[in-house]
């Protein structure tokens, strides 16, 4: 893989009880400011119905570089100081290299 390949990140968020509201939100007003980002092809934000304290935002970047960009650009900054103190655990972030398989569209994130 080199860092012009595509990848795709999956981030967890669990809220403190109580803070769900604000942890959605923090998150609501980052997603605009990422899609604005270069490299940025997906920046989708979820919620677990069985358990709704937990968000997994779903990610595609074009390149390790937009994402390592994005890594230091204030959106994520700013998300980082809005999430403070409203988490439960620290933000679980996983990497991932796509691997696409069958059907080109449903085979890929």
């Known amino acids: 893989m080199s860092s012009n390949d595509p990848i795709v990140v999956v981030a967890t968020a669990v809220a403190v009880e109580g803070k769900e509201d604000q942890v959605e ?8 400011a990422v899609h604005a980002e270069p490299g ?12 709704p304290s937990t968000f997994v935002m779903i990610e595609k970047w074009a390149s390790t570089d937009a994402l390592r960009t994005h890594g230091k ?15 439960a655990e620290p933000l679980a972030v ?13 085979g890929r994130v």
């Open 25 to 32: 939100q923090a998150f609501r007003t980052a997603v605009p």
């Open 40 to 51: 940025c092809e997906l920046y989708a934000l979820h919620r677990d119905p069985r358990s």
């Open 73 to 87: 650009g204030p959106a994520l900054v700013a998300l980082g100081q809005a999430l403070d103190g409203l988490l």
């Open 94 to 106: 996983r990497t991932l290299t796509p691997l696409p398989a069958g059907d080109e569209r449903p």
